[in-house]
């Protein structure tokens, strides 16, 4: 059991460009989400996959966001046109699945907009 | 709206005192909830959870928690604290109707003074 891996842990990109992030899951985890968490704040669900399906969705993902998790494993986040307000920490979790199973965060992608 | 509340921002406590942060919910129906804590720049670690039974539920850590569903409260507790018990502690809650979303609250910072 390695864990929850993100990849970069760090994104510094400028107002209007395009970033990308990846989430591992722990193996044999159906489940996986992704949350965002600003500065002071406890994490905000953002979105929900069932395998590969995409489930949940949040009011907070707007439509220059998108999820895949395209073989229901691994996950990509997307962001287009980034603006300021996307500056935040965005968590990965994975799960097992079954009624209140444990979700496993990864360490966070950083994103800073300019 | 269904909401978790963390009512102090901050707990301050001395080495080998007992601690508690505090955790209040407003959900209908039958919430899971649970403790997770995080240190700096990383993700959240699971402490423990309540899903049904014991109200007395033990975690990680040497921490444990109590369900009341009278006072809707499930506070953290520790009977002896440690210097590197200092982190960020979040509650949250999930649901048994599908919805696989956790939601958290704001986060209490645990100070721990030698």
């Known amino acids: 059991d390695t864990g929850v891996s993100q990849d970069p842990r760090h994104k510094i990109t400028k107002r209007g460009q395009n970033v990308t992030f990846r989430c591992d899951p722990i193996s044999e985890h159906n489940r996986l989400y992704w949350y965002r968490q600003t500065l002071g704040q406890g994490p905000e669900f953002l979105t929900y996959?069932?395998?590969?399906?995409?489930?949940?969705k949040s009011r907070l993902l707007s439509d220059r966001f998108s999820a895949e998790r395209p073989k229901g494993s691994f996950s990509t986040l997307e962001i287009q046109r980034t603006e300021q307000g996307d500056s935040a920490m965005y968590l990965c979790?994975?799960?097992?699945?079954?009624?209140?199973?444990?979700?496993?965060f990864g360490p966070g992608t950083r994103l800073t907009v300019l | 709206a269904q909401s978790v509340a963390q009512p102090e921002d901050q707990v301050n406590v001395a080495e080998g005192n007992p601690l508690t942060v505090k955790c209040t919910y407003s959900?209908?129906?039958?919430?899971?909830l649970f403790w997770y804590v995080q240190y700096p720049n990383r993700g959240l670690q699971f402490l423990l959870k309540?899903?049904?039974?014991?109200?007395l539920v033990k975690g990680s850590y040497g921490f444990e928690a109590e369900f009341n569903k009278s006072q809707t409260s499930f506070h953290l507790k520790k009977p002896s604290a440690l210097v590197s018990d200092s982190a960020l502690y979040f509650c949250a809650f999930g649901m048994d109707t599908g919805r696989r979303a956790l939601t958290f609250g704001s986060g209490t910072r645990l100070q721990v003074q030698p």
């Open positions: 996959f069932q395998n590969e399906a995409q489930l949940e």
């Open positions: 959900v209908s129906g039958n919430p899971y």
């Open positions: 979790a994975s799960s097992p699945g079954g009624d209140g199973d444990t979700q496993y």
């Open positions: 309540y899903i049904t039974g014991d109200n």
